[in-house]
């Protein structure tokens, strides 16, 4: 299965990529990136600009201990430099792309979707790319390059998507994949809301645990800009329902409007309440 996957995307696609990718070696000396999305059934797509990468990431079988092939559920939109994982699972990876390769930073920016979650990785060497600025001055760029690279690899990515491999497959009976739990360096929720208290937000913390999972759903999907009639279409409910959850919602977060709900979710969703 690697093979194939390696031979006919990876190597079969690897002259578009590297064009594509030329841009962050020449501006940014990023010497290497990767775009991977999985979604809530396992199945995944892998694409990157160096083969050797994949090749012994392969060999080396560390795709049974990576910690970014988990549930979509384990993750949060947003960024990470990776060596902040401490997990032993990770250190492996981390010491491999070191000694081989030369990676010592990787940030890994992460868009979380409703059924799928996507990845774009940027590796370099710390003394002479220029990751670190960017993360905290510029990551907009990268952002930016990952709308771009699916573009031009939208022919690749498309294959894949009917022709990707399954996590559950790969990593045998004893995979975790279900395992939703969140990745370590999270905060834990009673550490978050403590900070969040002591920052003069203890009442919409209160508000925010009296919501149901169900109006949680409801909350994160109003936020992607789903009407209430796409909305039940996704929770499998009636219209009627998902309206009902969002007047309980209004109720328990002391919104009069739908601009005053869509505004609360939004702070919620910057406090990591959501």
Known sequence: MWDRIISDYIVG???????????????FNISHFQY???DDKGCCI???????????????????????????????????????????DYKKIHNSNIDLFGFDITLLIIERHVHYVEFYGFSGNKSNCGLANISMNYHTLLKEFGTYFKKELNRAITQMSNDSFSITDLRGKNNNFNNSQSLSFELDSSSHHLFLNDIGFKALVLRRQSLTPREVECLKLLLLGKSSKEIAFILKLSTRTV????????NKLLCYSKYELFSSATTLRNLCLL
């Open 13 to 27: 696609y690897s002259d578009k990529i590297k064009k594509t990718t030329a841009p962050l070696i020449d501006r």
């Open 36 to 38: 991977r999305r999985i």
């Open 46 to 88: 892998l694409l990157g600009d160096r083969p050797d990468w994949i090749e012994n990431y392969v060999s080396e079988k560390f795709f049974k201990h990576d910690p970014y092939l988990k549930h979509p559920t384990a993750y949060q939109t947003g960024m990470c430099l990776t060596e902040s994982n401490k997990s032993n």
């Open 243 to 250: 309206e009902f959850y969002f007047e309980n919602i209004k």
